[in-house]
């Protein structure tokens, strides 16, 4: 008997426990993460008293472009839609500030949350219809955005200039800061990225968040679980827009000019190429697409005056091609969380 019993004993296969996370593990996910984010403040910090004026201008403006991609990062990488228009929303906020310095002399820091609610109402309102549509449709209706709005800008020329836009002053750094001016734009600039980045983290750490994602993955489950998908797809374009309308509330601080031909279809297509490239779906993509934006066309344009287009394709090809999650895909890990 009792040999029978130890005979079915050893024939039972006791599962092994499951294992147990391991917190030096996590603790040493969570040190690299803290140090890293220092480490890259530290930086950012210190760039600006070591270069030139050029170079930090070159900063300002990945910047710049890093809080525009973030919006279009919302929209693209989180929500599953598509914009082709989005260099429309960051014209609204720039052109929105311009006219409040201009005609009203508007203080400088009550222009950023004009521009933002500006562009914010403006997404809102294309987002509604463009709620019932997707993929092509929704393509070429945000492209329509982007191509009538630069002869509406050249049209009302006393209050936008027409064609030959607007000279504002820039924001002169005061005097208890000791900056130059160069300086002085570069930590505006880095002060409304910072608040835009978190802004959107904790966006997208909410209920929010989640419903964008699961519209993303599937519409018709996300239905079922009780998403309102009209609600959030609008919401999308309108958190987007904002975003877009911030940066080019910033834009117009640090450039001191706009006009309607800085905010074509061009640069609406630029805004997506770069955000493909540096990586849909991560905070760490539109910096990565900023330094795309603002380096790549420069670099065509220093390797072939004639055909800067062309070279600019042949490098988002090759970018793609070595790296086709995109940049932060290819150079960052993905670090797993605790469940």
């Known amino acids: 008997?009792?040999?029978?019993?130890?005979?079915?004993?050893?024939?039972?296969?006791?599962?092994?426990?499951?294992?147990?996370?391991?917190?030096?593990?996590?603790?040493?996910?969570?040190?690299?993460?803290?140090?890293?984010?220092?480490?890259?403040?530290?930086?950012?910090?210190?760039?600006?008293?070591?270069l030139v004026p050029f170079h930090?201008?070159?900063?300002?403006?990945?910047?710049?472009?890093?809080?525009?991609?973030?919006?279009?990062?919302?929209?693209?990488?989180?929500?599953?839609?598509?914009?082709?228009?989005?260099?429309?929303?960051?014209?609204?906020?720039a052109y929105t500030a311009a006219i409040l310095l201009e005609h009203w002399s508007v203080p400088y820091p009550l222009t950023l949350p004009v521009a933002a609610g500006a562009a914010f109402l403006l997404g809102l309102a294309f987002g509604v219809p463009a709620m019932r549509l997707r993929g092509l449709y929704l393509a070429l209706v945000t492209l329509a955005i982007a191509i009538f709005l630069v002869p509406l800008l050249k049209r009302f020329e006393e209050l936008t200039g027409g064609s030959m836009g607007l000279t504002l002053a820039k924001p002169a750094p005061p005097a208890w800061s000791g900056l130059a001016e160069d300086q002085w734009l570069y930590f505006l600039t880095l002060a409304v990225a910072v608040a835009?980045?978190?802004?959107?983290?904790?966006?997208?750490?909410?209920?929010?968040?989640?419903?964008?994602?699961?519209?993303?993955?599937?519409?018709?489950?996300?239905?079922?679980?009780?998403?309102?998908?009209s609600v959030h797809k609008t919401l999308a374009f309108a958190w987007s827009a904002m975003f877009a309308g911030t940066a080019g509330c910033v834009y117009t601080w640090v450039i001191g000019f706009v006009s309607p031909d800085s905010f074509t279809?061009?640069?609406?297509?630029?805004?997506?190429?770069?955000?493909?490239?540096?990586?849909?779906?991560?905070?760490?993509?539109?910096?990565?697409?900023?330094?795309?934006?603002?380096?790549?066309?420069?670099?065509?344009?220093?390797?072939?005056?004639?055909?800067?287009?062309?070279?600019f394709g042949l490098l988002i090809?090759?970018?793609?091609?070595?790296?086709?999650?995109g940049l932060a895909g290819r150079l960052i890990r993905k670090i797993p969380r605790k469940e």
């Open 317 to 325: 090809i090759a970018v793609m091609y070595v790296a086709p999650t």
């Open 196 to 229: 835009a980045f978190l802004l959107c983290a904790g966006l997208l750490r909410s209920r929010v968040g989640r419903a964008l994602h699961a519209i993303r993955d599937n519409e018709g489950a996300a239905e079922v679980m009780g998403v309102r998908l």
């Open 56 to 93: 930090v201008f070159q900063l300002t403006m990945v910047l710049i472009y890093a809080v525009a991609l973030l919006g279009l990062n919302l929209l693209v990488g989180h929500a599953g839609q598509i914009s082709l228009g989005h260099g429309a929303f960051f014209a609204v906020g």
């Open 265 to 311: 279809v061009n640069l609406s297509i630029t805004l997506l190429a770069g955000l493909v490239v540096g990586g849909l779906g991560s905070l760490s993509g539109p910096v990565l697409g900023g330094l795309f934006v603002m380096f790549v066309p420069s670099l065509a344009q220093d390797i072939n005056d004639a055909a800067p287009g062309v070279i």
């Open 1 to 50: 008997m009792s040999e029978a019993t130890n005979a079915a004993r050893a024939r039972t296969v006791t599962p092994p426990p499951p294992s147990a996370p391991r917190p030096a593990e996590w603790w040493r996910s969570a040190r690299w993460r803290w140090g890293a984010s220092a480490l890259l403040a530290a930086a950012a910090c210190y760039a600006p008293f070591q």
